[in-house]
């Protein structure tokens, strides 16, 4: 009796033990804040499964968060004091990036000395993500510029997409000419008072609105006024159709009420979303500038990167995760590419099979793999601290011309009002 009750003992002890937790692996969280589920979080969770194989221990907590929102808490932590509200980890857009770090010193950390291989990712990403000389961000998605065609429209007219390959902006028009008389389709939409073709524009020259000291550079910038003359010659012969808002633009697209679009690479998700248009589709890289210098046929538009808070109890540990996955794993390139069309810059990547699968979408063209080689020539430029201001004032400026008013008007306008927004 005595022995089966010390056996019981025993039993129950080893129950109790097994129940406590293991000195030395207890679990840790790393919080990260991103938006679009089918997106940046499906990335992320994908991310999280392969970290999980490497540190089972710690697990990564994704919290859906409008990039409006990023912005508006991440200001109001660091004002206020109170950056133990951050997360470990969040994701911030491209051209936002050096305006916060420059306005929040210390907020993020620096990871130049993370151990992740920066150039292993496109230059002109890892650009966007550098500040004064130090990594600030691991680059995500690729946003290289891409000009997408209707074949059938085309054809039509009598064209095929290896005439709008390498081509100067004066070819785009005079084929678009063609095209517009022949099928009465523009070749592309825009939304009016939108910068971003006239800044994909710009980025193809290696150009931007300001300059290497970080002053304006409007009313000077030759290739900025070359640029604003090929959009009012787009608009004004029909070959570019201006819409209202968003929704109206991707609706050309859906509709097939044009015969294409020009923009960051992430536009094939709303295209591959109209299933009737399959293999009706190609890409090809952008039209460039005549006169500027420095043209080439590719440029970027958008994207975004993931950066460590300083203020992270995990900094160490969010770093080493990002250096595993986003910095380090062709494998979650190659998972989330079928699904998000999410392409990286991490370059290796472009090298994985299935980057270099045909699209069946696109008529068996390979077009991740084109993409990621695009992504390789987009000229580096510096968005700078204002940089949505300054892009906001040339929306106004161009909206201004195209209503009748002198460009040099515009132009001196748009910049007074950039510097009056950066203060004295």
């Not at 300059?211 to 604003?228: C, H």
């Amino acid at each position: 009796m005595k022995k089966s009750v010390a056996l019981l003992l025993v039993l129950m002890m080893v129950i109790v033990v097994g129940l406590l937790p293991v000195q030395g692996a207890q679990q840790q969280t790393i919080t990260v804040w991103c938006w679009d589920p089918a997106f940046n979080i499906y990335a992320m969770k994908e991310a999280a499964k392969i970290y999980a194989t490497i540190k089972p221990e710690v697990k990564i907590d994704i919290v859906e968060t409008p990039w409006e929102d990023i912005q508006t808490k991440l200001t109001a932590a660091v004002t206020s004091g109170q950056t133990k509200a951050l997360p470990d980890i969040l994701l911030m857009q491209d051209n936002a990036l050096s305006k916060n770090v420059m306005n929040f010193p210390g907020t993020f950390l620096d990871l130049s000395k993370s151990g992740i291989d920066f150039t292993q990712f496109a230059d002109f990403k890892v650009a966007l993500t550098t500040v004064e000389g130090k990594n600030y961000a691991v680059p995500f998605d690729n946003g290289a510029a891409i000009n997408a065609l209707r074949v059938d429209v085309l054809k039509e007219a009598g064209y095929s997409i290896e005439d709008f390959k390498d081509i100067t902006w004066k070819e785009y028009i005079r084929l678009g000419k063609e095209v517009l008389r022949k099928t009465g389709k523009p070749l592309g939409s825009a939304v009016a008072e939108s910068p971003d073709l006239l800044m994909v524009m710009l980025q193809s020259a290696g150009s931007w609105l300001f300059d290497a000291k970080g002053e304006p550079y409007i009313v000077q910038n030759n290739v900025l006024k070359e640029v604003i003359e090929v959009y009012i010659e787009l608009v004004k012969s029909g070959v570019l159709v201006q819409v209202n808002d968003w929704e109206q633009y991707i609706s050309t697209i859906n509709k097939g009420t044009v015969a294409g679009t020009i923009n960051g690479c992430w536009i094939i998700g709303t295209i591959t979303g109209q299933p009737d248009q399959k293999g009706q589709w190609r890409i090809t890289n952008i039209p460039r500038l005549e006169k500027a210098p420095q043209a080439s046929n590719y440029s970027n538009q958008g994207g975004s990167s993931w950066m460590v808070l300083a203020s992270s109890k995990q900094a160490r540990i969010a770093a080493d995760f990002l250096a595993r996955t986003f910095a380090g794993s062709v494998k979650l390139y190659e998972t989330i590419l079928p699904s998000s069309g999410a392409l990286a810059t991490y370059l290796p990547a472009g090298k994985s099979d299935v980057y270099n699968k045909p699209h069946d979408f696109f008529g068996g063209q390979a077009i991740y793999a084109e993409i990621t080689s695009y992504a390789s020539m987009v000229p580096q430029v510096d968005y700078g601290v204002y940089n949505y201001e300054a892009r906001e004032a040339l929306g106004t400026a161009i909206t201004r011309i195209l209503g009748g008013v002198k460009m040099e008007i515009a132009l001196r306008e748009a910049e007074d009002t950039v510097r009056f927004l950066m203060g004295p």
